[in-house]
Structures are given as structure tokens and as C-alpha cells.
């Protein structure tokens, strides 16, 4: 390994392989929203699911996973996604703009919430997130206009279910691929090295400069607007929410806490792969009832306890793999005609190797 020599050295920040995760990404998205042309509705419905859990478990990462912030009130945003489009297709608007809007109006409310949530920290906050949602759910349940204590539908929806399903799922896809695209973005600004640095640790990121607070601020809307939008997919799948219990469940905030455990928190790829791997289990095992949440709770536990780094953490680990360029590695530049060659670092630390 070579020595860094001060100002012979630039920063590369994997421009080429960006290129080309865009250029694959864009093809993936197109495939996919071209899918519906190619599957009959009950195959493209059930990817509905896949899809909004995949986001659900992006937002929890970008949350808890780079911000350190462990939230298990997620479900606040979810079901105000939902109830969002009741109040504005009641409106008048229909029910896709409804979610748009809803979305607009939850970052709104999450950035009033964040300045509550933000007086709590590490186990504090957890619980006082799940007081939030719990707090927003009995608001909820006060107007007569959106059920009550009672579970309702939409009002004015498509008729025809197939083009209801093929709504929904171009709309489902496009959350999904409009936040994967942030958070890839995100962590490669400045603002994502700066919430690494406050999620190892907050002091010394504060004494570095960072506004820890508006950092974190931004994150929490993020993920509540996230949640939002993937709360509405829910509502629009299902024309409607069974009950404010069932929208504003805390299951929701578990079974993200899974998902990004499984796949491997602090990377884009694991809760995209923790994602897969629940909506596997839960398409072939949710009929054994009770027993499939205790195979699900097995199965985090041994993730936990032999795989921490969760499945593509170990699999990344193991064969150095990475989808998404995140990182920056520092390549020395060539000096007396002898050329040196960087070393990828994940963490952006200044590695050369000759």
C-alpha cells in the first residue's frame, strides 16, 4: 500500500460504474412497466406488494440505517397515506393525484412532528415514535368523514379492475423507483457522508460542523413521506382500509425492522433483498397462522446471531460485491511515470495500493 502524497491525489467518486447502475436501472424500471403487458393482473397484483415493501424497507434503512434514528412509528405515515387520498378524493381530485398531494401534505406534518420526536433519544425515541403514530391514529378516528373507528373505501375509483390494477401498479413502481433513485443520490451527496458521520457518532460529527439537527430533519421527512406514499399503494390495492387499526398496526414498523435486518442495514442492496425474502415467505407460509410469525422470528434471530451484516451483507463481505456506488476511493495521481492505483473503500477512508 502506497503512501498518500498531498496534492497528488483527486478523489473518484465511481462515476463509471453510476453510469452504468443508471443505464441498468432504467432498463430494470422499463421491464417492469412493461410487465403488465407481458403477466395476467394476478401476477403484476402481487408484485403491487413486493414493490411498496421494498420502499417501506428503504425508508426504515435510510432511517435507522444511516441516520441512527430507530423508528418503530412508521406506521403514523402509512396510514395518513391512506386516509391522505380519502380527504382528497373527497375533493374531487382522483385517487393517484390524491396519493401525490396526501404525500405533499405528510412531509409537511412529519417536518412538525420531527421537531416532538427529536426532544427523545436512542430507546426514548423509539417509544416516542410509536406514541406519535398512536397519537395520530386517535386523531384519525375523531372525523366521521373518514369512518371513524370503522374501516372505509374509496368513493370515486376506476371500475374497471383491470385498469385499477394497472394504475396502481405503474404508480406502486414508481414510488419504488423514485426512491431507490433518491437514496442512491442522497448517500452519494455530501448530506450522506454527513449522516454516517452522525450515525457512528453524533457528538463528533457536530464538532466536525455537520448540522446534525437539519441532516436529521431532512431523513425523517424523507422517510415519513416514503412511508406515506407506500401507505397510499396499500389503500388504493385494497380500494379502501379495513380498519384505523389495521392501517396505523405497529406491525407495519416490525416487519420493516425485519426486512432491513435480514437484508443488511447501512446498504442500499439489503433491504431490497430482506424485502424479497419476506414477500417470499409471506406469499407461501402466511396461511400457517401463528406459526409463520414464529418462523419468522427464528429466522431473525439466527440472522442475527450468525449473519449480523444480514444476507447481502454476508454475501458482499464474502465476494466483495456491491451494486450501488456509494462510496469514493482517492486514486494518487501518477507521478515520475509510475502509476498507482486506488483501492475502493465503502466508507470513503483513503486507501492506495500500488
Known sequence: MAELVPGHVRVDRLRRRMITTQIVGAAVIVLLALAPYLFVPAVTSQWIKLFYLITLATVWNLLAGYAGMVSVGQQAYIGLGAYGIFVFNDLGLNPYASALVASVAIGVIAFGLSFVAFRLRGGYF????WVIAEAVRQVVVKFDSLGAGRGRSIANYTEDPVMRNLFTYWLALAILAATLIATLFLLRSRMG?????IRDNEVAA???GIHVGRTKRIVFVIAGVGAGL???VICLQA????SPAQIFSVSFSAFMVFMVLI??????EGPIVGAVIYYVMDLYFSQMGLWYLAVLGVLAIVVTLFLPQGVWGALASRFNLSIFPIGHRVVAVADHGER?????????VMTVTD
Do not use: E, F, K, M
Open 239 to 242: 380500494i379502501g382500509v379495513q
Open 193 to 197: 457522508i454527513a449522516l454516517q458521520s
Open 126 to 129: 423509539a417509544i416516542g415514535t
Open 340 to 348: 498507482r492505483h486506488a483501492s475502493r473503500h465503502p466508507d470513503a
Open 263 to 268: 437484508g443488511g442495514i447501512g446498504t442500499i
Open 230 to 232: 407506500a401507505g397510499s
Open 206 to 208: 457536530r464538532a466536525l
